[in-house]
């Protein structure tokens, strides 16, 4: 059986967080080409996706609003993005396989992703989200809202919040049904919503964010994916990337991945996560991580395009 993971870049519907709606839909389009040709060939299909500009205006809205409307909890802005961002795929996708006379349903599933509440990142959050602040701004916000906040680089002062590490779908059976039977799933959309389970077997919500490469490579365990496959905004891995001898990785082996990742390779901000997700997703039982751009998924699925990291 041909079933994948699709794991959309953030950038892939928008790239500054500036983009009006119109810009966002048109983003939306172009981007799911290669995920076009995949259901050509027949793959079934999971989509996931980032929400990082998203969330960062949404945060923007929370604090423009303050002295008018309720702030929300980062839970909250994850599934509210993860629905409206999922409904733009959704659609673009509807219409673009309903004008190639392609009949397979399409549905977004809210996702939550069970985390630990004893995760180290909850005591000492390191993840940065939303727009930087003033030293002045920033401890003026935390105190408000009750915010963690630090200093980012040079560049100023910014919310930094949780990022537990992803341990299972809460709706995993459901996903992998409804893939099985041929419905295109966008689902863990920004990573998913985090939760934890209580005692007594229900679940909470934990105000964090979910590494959406992490709880990609968690889906695709979840559902018995073959292949995860990232469409990010290169067309394949470098070894010394942006150096005079940066060279592509066209296959490589979980191994040897890990090993570039621990020398420091793969940087935290950029292909780090990917090249972590991978490894992981590989040891859990995976058969191949695909990692290209937007436009060469069918390529790069082929063997003639995109790095391929293997057991």
Not at 7 to 13: C, E, F, K, T
Request: net charge neutral; glycine share 10%.
């Amino acid at each position: 059986m041909k079933k994948a993971v699709v794991a959309l870049g953030g950038n892939a519907i928008s790239s500054s967080g500036k983009e009006d709606i119109h810009a966002q839909f048109a983003n939306t389009r172009s981007s799911l080409e290669g995920i076009v040709e995949l259901i050509q060939e027949e793959y079934k299909i999971a989509i996931t996706h980032g929400n990082g500009p998203q969330v960062g205006n949404a945060l923007l809205r929370v604090e423009r609003t303050k002295q008018d409307i309720p702030a929300l909890p980062l839970g909250v802005i994850v599934a509210d993005t993860e629905g409206g961002m999922g409904y733009m795929i959704e659609q673009s996708l509807q219409n673009r396989l309903m004008a190639l006379g392609i009949n397979r349903d399409v549905v977004t599933i809210v996702t939550q992703v069970i985390v630990d509440p004893n995760d180290p990142s909850i005591i000492n959050p390191t993840k940065y989200i939303g727009p930087f602040y003033t030293k002045k701004q920033a401890e003026g916000l935390a105190e408000m809202f009750n915010w963690v906040v630090k200093e980012d680089s040079d560049r100023g002062y910014r919310r930094v919040v949780p990022s537990p590490i992803p341990k299972r779908i809460v709706n995993r059976t459901t996903i992998r049904t409804l893939v099985d039977l041929g419905t295109i799933v966008i689902a863990a959309g920004g990573g998913g919503i985090p939760v934890y389970v209580e005692n007594d077997g229900s679940y909470e919500g934990v105000d964090a964010v979910v590494d959406k490469d992490r709880a990609s490579a968690v889906l695709a365990h979840d559902i018995d994916a073959r292949t995860l496959l990232f469409l990010t905004n290169v067309d394949c891995v470098y070894f010394n990337y942006k150096k005079q001898n940066q060279r592509p990785l066209k296959i490589i082996h979980a191994a040897e991945a890990a090993d570039y990742l621990n020398s420091g390779q793969f940087p935290p901000g950029s292909m780090g996560p990917k090249i972590e997700a991978a490894v992981s997703f590989l040891k859990s039982g995976g058969k191949e991580v695909i990692i290209t751009s937007l436009g060469k998924a069918k390529q790069a699925i082929l063997g003639d395009a995109g790095t391929k990291i293997v057991r």
